[in-house]
């Protein structure tokens, strides 16, 4: 009998708990708000209650790796799935961090499409075929973006980064958009928080600097839509800005990565005290050294042993992760007295581990277009 009556009060405090409230929200229908994606769409969204994810388009698998579960991807684009014979492999060579780090289990995913530089429209039926609940992309057309919507009947969100990078506050408002739609805003809100401490340190670190002591730095090599070589350099390249570099390069027409001519690049060449080279940009010097050494020579930094490489920025769109390393390197590089303690493997894991929970440096280093990471070249030999 007591025991009849135990199991009876027992039963009743469920209930009970259950009318205030106290039962798991687990499985309850989650709450349709509409957000603006970063083309400025309207789209309803249920937060936190995606399990099936598919990312398409240049650097759309990458961003959502930073804050999304990868556990819950259902379909991944065959430039990133290594398991694939046939399949674009113009970036294999190059570190990404994100292949770095979740490489293997996007092997196990089938194909939402071929992906690449050269893929330059959503291919709806192979994205179909992975039967998403929400479609992340980089394809930033609003007509295209609202009738790949229509025809898939889940929610296509929109991301976008900005010419500053990863600096730039179109990546941290994507970032917070990913954090909200995911129910990960406070991880989110923990990397932006990141970036922006560091950014602020390496400002901190050289604002001061007088304008008559800083040399004077060409950086090259930057990829835009391919591989690329010595002639490739931007004259707003953000982590100059960021660490207040002064920029070798200046007058040109347009902002952005473009290819200057030889006759500037020779007629810069005293004026070049030191060069960053990106690794990406490696494989296409060397043949073009050979052919002609002597207009290397013309430059300063190159006769003078005064050549550093940094990891490759862009590879299938922007590393982001990468691209903020470069400028603790760059910092590091140009004013070593000020960043005296600064170990650029400890940073780099540092970083790495913000973005992924992992350390990546090594990694990063032994990837075969990395050269062994970070480092000042000797050029009389580097480039035989």
């Known amino acids: ?14 209930l009970a708990l259950g009318a205030c409230g106290g039962t798991s929200d687990a499985g309850k229908e989650q709450e349709a708000v509409t957000i603006q994606d970063m083309i400025g769409r309207d789209v309803t969204v249920k937060p936190g209650s995606y399990k099936r994810v598919v990312c398409i388009g240049a650097g759309a698998l990458r961003m959502y790796s930073y804050i999304g579960d990868v556990n819950l991807l259902c379909g991944v684009e065959d430039i990133d799935n290594t398991s694939l014979e046939e399949r674009p492999k113009m970036f294999d060579a190059v570190a990404r961090p994100y292949m770095l780090a979740y490489g293997e289990a996007f092997q196990a995913l089938p194909s939402c499409g071929v992906g690449g530089p050269q893929a330059q429209t959503a291919e709806a039926e192979k994205i179909l075929a ?9 394809y930033e057309d609003v007509e295209k973006e609202d009738a790949l919507q229509e025809q898939l009947g889940v929610p296509v969100i929109t991301l976008k980064a900005g010419p500053g990078g990863v600096f730039d506050e179109n990546f941290y408002a994507t970032m917070n958009l990913l954090g909200k739609i995911f129910g990960k805003e406070e991880k989110a809100a923990s990397l932006v928080a990141y970036v922006k401490a560091e950014r602020a340190e390496i400002e901190k670190r050289t604002e001061d600097i007088p304008e008559e002591n800083k040399p004077s730095v060409y950086i090259c090599g930057l990829g835009n839509w391919g591989t690329t070589n010595h002639l490739m350099t931007a004259q707003n390249y953000i982590s100059f800005q960021v660490a207040h570099v002064k920029n070798a390069v200046t007058g040109l027409e347009a902002p952005g990565i473009q290819k200057i001519e030889e006759e500037k690049f020779v007629a810069l060449g005293e004026e070049m005290d030191i060069m960053i080279m990106d690794a990406a940009a490696v494989k296409n010097i060397k043949p073009l050294y050979a052919e002609t050494p002597d207009m290397f020579d013309t430059c300063k930094a190159w006769k003078n042993g005064e050549v550093y490489l940094e990891m490759a920025y862009n590879a299938y769109y ?16 140009v004013y070593p007295d000020r960043f005296e303690d600064i170990d650029m493997t400890a940073k780099a894991n540092e970083v790495t581990q913000k973005f992924f929970g992992l350390d990546l440096a090594g990694k990063i280093a032994a990837a075969p277009s ?3 990471g ?4 000797d050029t009389a030999s580097f480039f035989e």
């Open 130 to 138: 992975c039967e998403p609940d929400i479609v992340i992309s980089e």
């Open 370 to 372: 990395s050269f062994g």
């Open 374 to 377: 970070y480092q000042k070249i």
């Open 1 to 14: 009998m007591k025991r009849t009556i135990a199991m009876l009060l027992a039963f009743a405090m469920l």
């Open 318 to 333: 922007t590393n982001y992760e990468i691209a903020l390393i470069n400028t603790w390197f760059i910092a590091k590089t």
